[in-house]
């Protein structure tokens, strides 16, 4: 269901996070690799090397962040459905060409489009004061002169059910889940709106999903449930929903008004395919991958302008010191990522029947700060195979190896159906401090990490396109 798969596609990223080390296994892994095909990925130290110099001291130096930069600033924040969206997607083919990639193909896929309005929430009593508030995405609107109700705090799901219905009903839910992993705590924003809806309540809140903030709401992706009634539903910051709660445990009573608009229709988009072709197995694909739409707050800079223009660069550098690998590099730039992976489930659809031609499959989707190593999916052998290419990163800090079920968020639907692949492992703990909000702008972003993030995305793609078995299943 696709519902479910979402989910569960969150949960994934965070075990990943949790999930320990596997250094643990050199000695089975030196046993199921043997010595041949570990010292044919040892003798990948020189190409790796070639490939670090150029981007870190060379004429790719800083190149990554300064083209983000460029196009962050011209397009802004990039929402799946819209104009802007297009536009930016035309710009990646142009800036591709101009570096001599020439398999470029778009693929089409229809796509939701939800647009926001004007949003604004008051609180009436116990005194008045101006909330801050994002709405959520597919929230649909208030009547114009809004809803006015009072408030009743959840922290969990389990005491929302077991409410009296009359406590609910006519009211504002308003979630307060703690952040500890996101995985946790966004099902109080994915599911929320439809769990209170029904109870009975006429509007839901989420406090926003994130360890820290400034006074920011986070917005993000929250789904509907065909059997009740679509209710509005919105981000407050932290701060104004612990103003809230501590005010709703005192016995005060919280009544707020709440106006919000939106549209929402499908409109066309595209996946855009960056082949660069293999020498000896073309059909055979390593794919780079990151979104390239964003939320509609900030630049979408950290989400995902980092992780397409790493995934740009792969090609780009390699093509730039003519470095062809056995099997075709193809950078992806997944389309409406954040209303729910639409892009990948289309390119799965699309190439059904060819599925097995992904030898690898890698994406970058939780930051782009600086890389500690992957978060891989596939079996033992394919675990011991990337954990040895990963050894050559020790130099940069690049060498840890996290097992994971299901890496990655759009590229989950394949790593979960067996297809080995990676998402980028990273220093990102601030990563949700900016997830989602107007602060998602190039401030977050580093030009050394950057540099480091592109090489060591590129030299892993290559290693891997080029050695002289496939990666098992
Ligand atoms: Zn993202």
């Given at each position: 269901?696709?519902f479910?798969?979402?989910?569960s596609?969150?949960?994934?990223?965070?075990?990943?996070?949790?999930?320990?080390?596997?250094?643990?296994?050199?000695?089975?892994?030196?046993?199921?690799?043997?010595?041949?095909?570990?010292?044919?990925?040892?003798?990948?130290?020189?190409?790796?090397?070639?490939?670090?110099?150029?981007?870190?001291?060379?004429?790719?130096k800083?190149?990554?962040?300064?083209?983000?930069?460029?196009?962050v600033?011209?397009?802004?924040?990039?929402?799946?459905?819209?104009?802007?969206?297009?536009?930016?997607?035309?710009?990646?083919?142009?800036?591709?060409?101009?570096?001599?990639?020439?398999?470029?193909?778009?693929?089409?896929?229809?796509?939701?489009?939800?647009?926001?309005?004007?949003?604004?929430?008051?609180?009436l009593e116990?005194?008045?004061?101006?909330i801050?508030?994002?709405?959520?995405g597919?929230?649909v609107?208030?009547?114009?002169?809004?809803i006015?109700?009072?408030?009743?705090?959840?922290?969990n799901?389990?005491?929302?059910?077991?409410?009296?219905?009359?406590?609910v009903?006519g009211?504002i839910?308003?979630?307060?889940?703690?952040?500890?992993t996101?995985?946790?705590?966004?099902k109080?924003?994915?599911q929320?709106a439809?769990?209170a809806?029904?109870?009975?309540?006429?509007?839901?809140?989420?406090?926003?999903i994130?360890?820290?903030?400034?006074?920011?709401?986070?917005?993000g992706?929250?789904?509907?449930s065909?059997?009740?009634?679509?209710?509005p539903?919105?981000a407050?910051?932290l701060?104004?929903?612990?103003l809230?709660?501590?005010?709703y445990?005192?016995?005060?009573?919280?009544?707020?008004?709440?106006?919000?608009?939106?549209?929402?229709d499908?409109?066309m988009?595209?996946?855009?395919?960056?082949?660069?072709?293999?020498?000896?197995?073309?059909?055979k694909?390593?794919?780079?991958?990151?979104h390239?739409?964003?939320?509609?707050?900030g630049?979408?800079?950290m989400?995902?302008?980092?992780?397409?223009?790493?995934?740009?660069?792969?090609?780009?550098i390699?093509?730039?010191?003519?470095l062809?690998?056995?099997?075709?590099?193809?950078?992806?730039?997944?389309?409406?990522?954040?209303?729910?992976?639409?892009?990948?489930y289309?390119?799965?659809?699309?190439?059904?029947?060819?599925?097995?031609?992904?030898?690898f499959i890698?994406?970058?989707?939780?930051?782009?700060?600086?890389?500690?190593?992957?978060?891989?999916?596939?079996?033992?052998?394919?675990?011991?195979?990337?954990?040895?290419?990963?050894?050559?990163?020790?130099s940069?800090?690049?060498?840890?190896?996290?097992?994971?079920d299901?890496?990655?968020s759009?590229?989950?639907?394949?790593?979960g159906?067996?297809?080995?692949g990676?998402?980028?492992?990273?220093?990102?703990?601030?990563?949700?401090?900016?997830?989602?909000?107007?602060?998602?702008?190039?401030?977050?972003?580093?030009?050394?990490?950057?540099?480091?993030?592109?090489?060591?995305?590129?030299a892993?793609a290559?290693?891997?396109?080029?050695?002289?078995?496939d990666?098992?299943?």
């Amino acid at each position: 269901m696709f519902f479910l798969r979402i989910v569960s596609v969150t949960l994934f990223i965070i075990v990943a996070s949790e999930a320990k080390a596997l250094n643990k296994n050199s000695n089975t892994c030196s046993e199921i690799l043997g010595n041949e095909l570990i010292e044919e990925i040892r003798s990948y130290e020189n190409v790796k090397n070639q490939i670090l110099e150029y981007v870190l001291n060379g004429d790719f130096k800083r190149k990554t962040y300064d083209e983000l930069a460029k196009f962050v600033d011209k397009f802004g924040a990039r929402p799946s459905g819209t104009e802007v969206l297009e536009k930016s997607i035309d710009y990646m083919i142009e800036l591709s060409r101009e570096e001599g990639l020439n398999d470029i193909i778009t693929e089409d896929v229809v796509v939701p489009h939800w647009e926001r309005g004007e949003e604004r929430l008051t609180m009436l009593e116990p005194r008045i004061k101006n909330i801050e508030i994002l709405g959520l995405g597919r929230s649909v609107s208030t009547p114009p002169e809004g809803i006015t109700a009072e408030v009743v705090v959840f922290n969990n799901f389990d005491i929302l059910e077991e409410a009296a219905e009359d406590l609910v009903k006519g009211k504002i839910v308003l979630y307060d889940p703690i952040f500890t992993t996101y995985g946790e705590t966004v099902k109080m924003r994915t599911q929320g709106a439809a769990k209170a809806a029904a109870k009975g309540a006429v509007a839901s809140l989420v406090r926003s999903i994130a360890p820290f903030s400034i006074n920011t709401p986070h917005t993000g992706s929250q789904y509907y449930s065909d059997d009740v009634e679509k209710i509005p539903t919105g981000a407050i910051s932290l701060e104004d929903a612990d103003l809230i709660r501590r005010m709703y445990d005192r016995g005060e009573k919280v009544i707020l008004n709440i106006q919000m608009s939106s549209t929402y229709d499908t409109q066309m988009s595209r996946n855009t395919l960056i082949d660069l072709k293999g020498s000896e197995d073309p059909e055979k694909l390593v794919i780079v991958s990151g979104h390239i739409d964003s939320w509609d707050v900030g630049q979408g800079a950290m989400d995902d302008g980092g992780g397409l223009f790493i995934s740009w660069a792969a090609p780009v550098i390699l093509k730039r010191l003519n470095l062809i690998p056995r099997r075709t590099v193809r950078a992806i730039f997944w389309t409406a990522e954040e209303l729910g992976l639409v892009g990948a489930y289309a390119y799965e659809e699309a190439h059904k029947d060819e599925l097995d031609k992904i030898n690898f499959i890698m994406e970058s989707d939780e930051g782009t700060f600086a890389p500690l190593g992957l978060a891989v999916g596939g079996n033992e052998k394919t675990r011991c195979i990337v954990g040895e290419v990963l050894k050559l990163f020790e130099s940069i800090n690049a060498s840890t190896l996290v097992e994971s079920d299901s890496p990655g968020s759009d590229i989950a639907i394949f790593t979960g159906n067996g297809i080995p692949g990676a998402s980028l492992h990273n220093d990102n703990e601030k990563y949700f401090w900016f997830h989602h909000t107007e602060g998602d702008t190039m401030n977050v972003e580093d030009p050394d990490e950057l540099d480091l993030g592109a090489a060591f995305w590129t030299a892993v793609a290559y290693i891997i396109a080029d050695l002289s078995i496939d990666i098992p299943r």
